[in-house]
Structures are given as structure tokens and as C-alpha cells.
């Protein structure tokens, strides 16, 4: 029940290879796991791991998202579990005391969270978002300044969906409380929300995701013809189209939704278009801009203010940055170094390259005669050969966040796993990776195309340029 029935055992880093200073850092803490239980607990945390990987948009973060797992022992194992809840009347003694039935809704799963936020913040001082995995089978979870999961049926998705709450302040987008048959939750209270994925308002010029609906989508987009009880009746639009779908928010009606469903509506959906923008935005640590003085003698970064900079590094013969982070080359041996986030501090991660490209969850680097194309494997020195030779690389968010132009200027975009690429695109001046596609600036014309990921065709989409580049604005 309290911080004596159980002891910390200490912390291990299971994922990413984000400098830890900049990195959206999640933390997996047990309770109810007993000293002999730890493996099991390690497990979970596993499946949570490749979870998140395989789920939009995480999918796209890679290794820029840090996860630490925190084994904790409990004297017993699981939760609490309140007969007032419809629960079984269990009482069982755990380190962060952890209790099913919070507000007499047995599915709503607490614990202390003073105790998991000073238990994470001296394990992993620059965590982002706590998270305790329950070691029970009974289905529960809850978001907030702490999110809580259980081990129930589909575990790894109640973890998702709290996620979305305790990280990025979602809503619940289903219409009930307790369960769809309560009373008292026909209509919503006015006052408009202050989450980003709810609102109960449907003009389209004050909508919140307004700029994310057609302008041929009907507003509201759907309405319950019964406020008396939820709207269970077929989305009367294509999946995936953004509107204004009424019930939200714990309420029949007068709350609507960005669309029809969503994983913060019902597990094993994607989040809906405005979930994943919300999620996309917050997940990105702060930016710094960075410079190699004329002389290449030192780098500076910004510091946000006036004109003011900081020097961050001595002298330098090129300096590469994306979601990843900062490396530069050695002005004499150009071997690389990877900036580490204090101010003089490198870490030497690699030898000489032709060029390299930063991505959002590691570095790529074009041998020197540009025979070869390596990945860095977020690890000492050591680096993996991904794929053949290739005339300049670029990397950015789109598809697996990497391209090379070959040597007869034609584009290829890596698949993910070592020698598999395909064909995107013919010949091109150069090429730039943004979070939807990549852009050309054509070889002949100089007009900007873009790709339109099917094939190798592109669309054409802007007159001559000298150069383009894509990013964050």
C-alpha cells in the first residue's frame, strides 16, 4: 500500500538513441510485479516498445523517442480492486499502490502519482511522460499527469490510448461516462473544451481543425437523431474524412469529434488526422539553429533571443542537423562527432564520408568514393551497410526517412531494411525530404515536382528555383 511494500531496482534504456537532453523521453514503471516477477514485467514493456513502433505516427519517430523501463518490486502482486466498483474486495500491497474503481468506474485504474512522478524524475531526470504498467489481467487504465495501464486483453492498445491522454492532452472521444446505458449524459455542459481533439462548436471559421476539413464536408458532419442515448449507426462519410461527428467527451450530444472514429474513441483504430497532427507537434523537442562561423572555426547555437549565441563547438568542416540532432565533421581528419547537448561536448560516432544526412532517429552517412551507403547504429563507432553506391543521400520524416540519388541523378528511397530499396523517381538537380513526400527540383526545366508515392510519378507544382529545401517553418 505504500513505498515500504516494495523497492526500486533501478532503470535501463530499452529504446531510441535521441541525445537525452533533446529527446521526447517516455518512462515504463511496474507495480504488482513481485521481485520474481520481473521478467514478466520486462516483457510487457517490450510489447509496449514494438507497440508504439508499429502505430502512426510513432512509426515515423523511430529512435528519436527515448523509452526507459524502471523495475519496481511489490510485495504482492496486482492491484486493488474495490467491491464498490464491482470489483472482487482485493487488497494487495504494491509499491505505487495502485487501485481499480477510481469514481466507482471499475475500468478507471489510479495510482499514487506523487510517488511514479518523484520515482521517475530520480531515475530518469528528463523523462516526459510516466506510465505504470499493472501487473493484472482485469481491463483498466487512466490518463493524466500519470498514465496507468493493465495487462489485460490488448494491453499494449489501453497503453496507446492513455498515452494519448497523459503526453498530449487528447480527449476521450466516446459518448459515455460509466457505461452507454447512464443517464444524466445526454447533452454536454456548454463551454467549449480545452482539448484539441473535442469541441462543441461547428462553424467552420472558429472549428479548431477547421483547417483540416473540406470545404465540401457538411458541418456538422454527422448528428445523433437521439440524444437520449449513443449514436452507435455507420459513419455516413468515407473513413478518414475530418468533419464534425456528434457525441464526445463523456456526452450523447452537443460535443462533436474530428471523425467518426479514432483510437481515442475506441481501441484498434489510428488516431484520427487531428490525434496524429497533436501528436506530431508535441512529440518534437525543442529546435535549435546551429552555425559554422566563415572561418569554420567554431559552431554556435542559437540561444532564441535577439542575436544572442552560444558557442557550442570548435573549429569544424561541416556541420549536418535534423530531428535526430548535431554532428559535424573533424576540419583534418573528417572523422564524425556527434554534439551531445552541453556546450564542448562530442562524441566522436564515425570516420570520413563523401556527405551525410540527418534523420529523425539517426545519421547516414555516403562512403567517401561513394561506393556505399551506411546507417549509424546509435552506438559507439559502429555503423550498418544499408546500401550500394550513390551520388548524394537526404534524409527527413517521409517514408523511412532516407533517399539517395544515384549516379545517373535517379532517386531511390530506402525500405527500411539493408539492400531493399526502390525506384521513386528519375532524374533530378536535387531532391528534398519533407514529413509527406519528397520534392524535385527537375534536372532539365529546374521546376519543383513533387512525389506522388505511387510509382515514379511526380506532379509538377512550382516554376524555376535555384534550390529547395523542406523542414518545420
Given at each position: 500500500?505504500?513505498?515500504?511494500?516494495?523497492?526500486?531496482?533501478?532503470?535501463?534504456?530499452?529504446?531510441?538513441?535521441a541525445?537525452r537532453?533533446?529527446?521526447?523521453?517516455?518512462?515504463l514503471?511496474?507495480?504488482g510485479f513481485?521481485?520474481a516477477?520481473?521478467t514478466?514485467?520486462?516483457?510487457a514493456?517490450?510489447?509496449?516498445?514494438?507497440?508504439?513502433?508499429?502505430t502512426?505516427?510513432?512509426?515515423?519517430s523511430?529512435?528519436?523517442?527515448?523509452?526507459w523501463?524502471?523495475?519496481?518490486?511489490?510485495?504482492?502482486?496486482g492491484?486493488d480492486?474495490p467491491?464498490?466498483?464491482?470489483?472482487t474486495?482485493?487488497?494487495?500491497?504494491?509499491?505505487?499502490?495502485?487501485?481499480?474503481g477510481?469514481?466507482?468506474?471499475?475500468?478507471?485504474?489510479?495510482?499514487?502519482?506523487s510517488?511514479?512522478?518523484?520515482?521517475?524524475?530520480?531515475?530518469?531526470p528528463?523523462f516526459?511522460?510516466?506510465?505504470?504498467v499493472v501487473?493484472s489481467t482485469?481491463?483498466?487504465g487512466?490518463?493524466?499527469?500519470?498514465g496507468?495501464?493493465s495487462?489485460?486483453?490488448?494491453a499494449?492498445?489501453i497503453?496507446?490510448?492513455e498515452?494519448?491522454?497523459?503526453?498530449?492532452?487528447?480527449?476521450?472521444?466516446?459518448?459515455y461516462?460509466?457505461?452507454e446505458n447512464e443517464?444524466?449524459?445526454d447533452?454536454?455542459p456548454?463551454g467549449?473544451p480545452?482539448?484539441?481533439n473535442?469541441?462543441?462548436?461547428?462553424?467552420?471559421?472558429?472549428l479548431k481543425?477547421g483547417w483540416?476539413?473540406?470545404?465540401?464536408t457538411?458541418l456538422?458532419?454527422?448528428?445523433?437523431?437521439?440524444?437520449?442515448?449513443?449514436d452507435n449507426?455507420p459513419?455516413?462519410?468515407?473513413?478518414?474524412?475530418v468533419?464534425c461527428?456528434e457525441?464526445?467527451?463523456y456526452?450523447?450530444?452537443?460535443?462533436?469529434?474530428?471523425?467518426?472514429?479514432c483510437?481515442?474513441?475506441?481501441?484498434?483504430?489510428p488516431?484520427?488526422?487531428?490525434?496524429?497532427?497533436?501528436?506530431?507537434?508535441r512529440?518534437?523537442?525543442?529546435k535549435?539553429?546551429?552555425?559554422?562561423t566563415?572561418?569554420?572555426d567554431?559552431?554556435?547555437?542559437?540561444?532564441?533571443?535577439?542575436?544572442?549565441?552560444t558557442?557550442?563547438?570548435?573549429?569544424?568542416g561541416q556541420?549536418?542537423a535534423?530531428?535526430w540532432?548535431l554532428?559535424a565533421?573533424?576540419?583534418?581528419?573528417?572523422?564524425l562527432?556527434?554534439?551531445?547537448?552541453?556546450?564542448?561536448?562530442?562524441e566522436h560516432?564515425?570516420?570520413?564520408?563523401a556527405?551525410?544526412?540527418?534523420g529523425?532517429?539517426t545519421?547516414y552517412?555516403l562512403?567517401?568514393?561513394?561506393?556505399?551507403?551506411?546507417?549509424?547504429?546509435?552506438?559507439?563507432?559502429?555503423w550498418t551497410?544499408?546500401?550500394?553506391?550513390?551520388?548524394?543521400?537526404?534524409?527527413g520524416?517521409?517514408?523511412?526517412?532516407?533517399v539517395?540519388?544515384n549516379?545517373?541523378?535517379?532517386?531511390?528511397?530506402?525500405?527500411?531494411?539493408p539492400?531493399?530499396?526502390k525506384?521513386?523517381?528519375?532524374?533530378?538537380?536535387?531532391?528534398?525530404?519533407?514529413?509527406?513526400?519528397?520534392?524535385?527540383?527537375?534536372?532539365d526545366?529546374?521546376?519543383?515536382s513533387r512525389?506522388?508515392g505511387?510509382?515514379?510519378t511526380w506532379?509538377?507544382?512550382?516554376?524555376?528555383?535555384h534550390?529547395?529545401?523542406?523542414g518545420?517553418i
Open positions: 500500500m505504500t513505498t515500504s511494500d516494495g523497492t526500486v531496482q533501478g532503470h535501463t534504456q530499452i529504446h531510441g538513441t541525445p537532453n533533446r529527446a521526447f523521453t517516455i518512462v514503471l511496474g507495480d513481485t521481485a516477477q520481473q514478466a514485467f520486462n516483457t514493456c517490450t510489447q509496449f516498445v514494438t507497440a508504439l513502433n508499429l502512426p505516427p510513432f512509426d515515423k523511430g529512435r528519436a523517442i527515448n523509452i523501463r524502471v523495475n519496481v518490486t511489490s510485495t504482492d502482486s492491484a480492486d467491491v464498490a466498483a464491482g470489483g474486495g482485493a487488497k494487495v500491497r504494491t509499491y505505487f499502490d495502485s487501485t481499480f477510481s469514481l466507482n468506474v471499475r475500468r478507471a485504474l489510479v495510482c499514487n502519482n510517488t511514479v512522478l518523484q520515482t521517475a524524475a530520480a531515475q530518469v528528463e516526459t511522460v510516466a506510465l505504470v501487473n482485469i481491463y483498466g487512466t490518463g493524466g499527469s500519470v496507468t495501464y495487462l489485460a486483453d490488448g499494449t492498445e497503453a496507446l490510448h498515452i494519448g491522454h497523459t503526453a498530449y492532452g487528447l480527449a476521450d472521444e466516446y459518448a461516462y460509466a457505461s443517464t444524466g449524459h447533452y454536454h456548454f467549449e480545452a482539448e484539441p473535442v469541441t462543441l462548436r461547428t462553424d467552420r471559421s472558429s481543425w483540416t476539413v473540406s470545404p465540401t457538411a456538422p458532419t454527422m448528428s445523433n437523431p437521439t440524444c437520449a442515448k449513443v449507426r459513419s455516413t462519410v468515407p473513413a478518414g474524412r468533419g461527428f457525441g464526445a467527451h456526452y450523447h450530444c452537443r460535443a462533436f469529434r474530428p471523425e467518426h472514429n483510437k481515442m474513441r475506441e481501441l484498434g483504430n488516431f484520427c488526422q487531428v490525434c496524429l497532427q497533436v501528436i506530431r507537434a512529440t518534437k523537442r525543442a535549435n539553429i546551429c552555425a559554422l566563415p572561418m569554420k567554431a559552431v554556435y547555437r542559437y540561444t532564441g533571443m535577439g542575436t544572442s549565441w558557442k557550442i563547438g570548435g573549429a569544424a556541420i549536418y535534423g530531428g540532432g554532428v565533421t573533424n576540419p583534418s581528419s573528417g572523422d562527432y556527434r554534439y551531445l547537448g552541453t556546450p564542448s561536448m562530442w560516432i564515425g570516420g570520413a564520408g556527405s551525410f544526412a540527418v529523425t532517429d545519421v552517412a562512403t567517401p568514393n561513394k561506393d556505399a551507403v551506411y546507417r549509424y547504429d546509435g552506438y559507439g563507432t559502429s551497410m544499408i546500401g550500394s553506391a550513390a551520388d548524394q543521400i537526404y534524409a520524416e517521409w517514408g523511412r526517412g532516407l539517395a540519388r549516379l545517373n541523378a535517379s532517386l531511390r528511397s530506402y525500405l527500411g531494411t539492400g531493399t530499396w525506384l521513386t523517381g528519375t532524374a533530378g538537380a536535387s531532391f528534398a525530404v519533407a514529413t509527406d513526400t519528397v520534392y524535385r527540383l527537375d534536372w526545366t529546374f521546376t519543383v512525389y506522388t505511387v510509382s515514379i506532379t509538377k507544382i512550382g516554376d524555376a528555383a534550390s529547395i529545401v523542406a518545420d
